[in-house]
C-alpha cells in the first residue's frame, strides 16, 4: 500500500511565499529526508549529500512565488536534488555520464561496524542491504525517507517508470531476504 | 505488495535513520535557507554551465575551469571558476549593469566578499570556500540584481 501524498505542501508553500518561516520550517522537517535519501541513493558522500540537500532548499527560496504546481512539491524538490547530485557528481568525477553512476567508487556508506546497531537482526538486516545490487540500493535507500514517499516522488528522483517501482521493490525485498537468509 | 514486505521496509527506514540520518547541520541549513529569500532582487537565471552543457566539454577539458551565464532582464552575468589552492577562484564581467555598480558575493546568506567592478564590470575574486555562492548587485539606478546559487 503506498503512503499518502504529503499533505498540505500547497498551503505550505503559499505560507512561505507569504513570508512565513513557520511554514517554511515545516516544509524542511517534511521533505529533507526525502531530499538526503535521494543523494545517498545516488552515493554522494555525506559533505556532498550536504551540500546538494541545502542547494536544494536554496533554489526551492528562489522559486517560492514561480512554482507553478505546488501541489507537486516534492516531484519539484526530487528532480531539483536529482540536477544537484548529477552537477556534483560531475564535478568531482569529471566527466561520468550520469547513467553510469553506478559505476562510481562507493564512497564507503555506513556500515554496521561503528557501533550504533546493538541488535543482530539489525546487523544483519543492514549488511544484507550493503550486499545487494546498486539499482536496489539505490530504490530501497530513497524509500526509507521519512515520511515514506509516494512511487510518483520516487519515480522522478530515480529516473524510473513509475509502473517499474512495485515489482523492483519487491524483487529488491526478496533478494535482501535471500541474503540475510544464506548469511544466518 | 504485501504487508510482509512493508514491514521489512519499515525495518529498513528504521535503521537509516539510526546508521545514515539526516544530520542535524543539514536541517540546520535547510532552515537558514529561507534567510536568503530577497523579494527586492531581480533574479538573475542561470542560462549556461560548462558542467552540464556538453558544448562547453572541450573547454572545460583544457582548462579545468566552469563556465557559467545568467541572465536578467537587460542584465548578463559571466563568469569562470576554478579552483586554486584551497580555495576557488571566480572571475567574470557584469554586463549592462553601468558604471558605479556596487557587487558582492554571498556565501550561503551570511559571508559577503566586496567585489571591485572595473569600468567594463570586470572582477576577479580569490579564495572563496566551497558551498553555495551568488553575485549581488546594487545597480545605478537602485535596482538589485541576484544571480542564482552555484555550488563550489
Known sequence: MEAPDHTGGADLIARAAAGDGTAWDELTEQYTSLLWSVARAMRLNEADSADAVQATWLRLVEKLDTIRDPDRIAGWLSTTIRRECLAILRQRTKSVPHEDFDDLPDEGGPGVDDGVLRDERDQALWRAFSQISAQCRALLRVLMSDPAPTYATVSVALEMPIGGIGPTRQRCLNSLRRIMAVAS | ?152
Do not use: N
Not at chain 2, 27 to 48: G, H, P, V, Y
Not at chain 2, 53 to 65: G, I
Not at chain 2, 91 to 105: D, I, S, W, Y
Open chain 2, 1 to 152: 505488495m504485501t504487508s510482509v514486505d512493508d514491514e521489512l521496509l519499515a525495518d529498513l527506514r528504521r535503521l537509516a535513520a539510526l546508521v545514515d540520518p539526516v544530520p542535524q547541520h543539514v536541517r540546520e541549513a535547510a532552515r537558514a535557507a529561507f534567510l536568503t529569500r530577497d523579494l527586492d532582487a531581480e533574479l538573475a537565471e542561470l542560462i549556461a554551465d560548462s558542467t552540464a552543457d556538453a558544448d562547453f566539454e572541450p573547454v572545460r577539458q583544457a582548462t579545468d575551469e566552469r563556465l557559467l551565464s545568467f541572465a536578467a532582464d537587460g542584465t548578463q552575468v559571466e563568469m569562470t571558476v576554478r579552483a586554486e589552492g584551497a580555495g576557488w577562484t571566480m572571475m567574470g564581467q557584469v554586463f549592462g549593469a553601468g558604471p558605479g555598480t556596487e557587487a558582492v558575493v554571498e556565501s550561503d546568506g551570511r559571508a559577503t566578499t566586496p567585489l571591485d567592478l572595473d569600468d567594463l564590470g570586470r572582477f576577479l575574486v580569490g579564495d572563496l570556500a566551497s558551498g553555495p555562492v551568488r553575485l549581488r548587485c546594487d545597480l545605478p539606478g537602485g535596482a538589485k540584481l541576484v544571480t542564482s546559487w552555484v555550488i563550489l
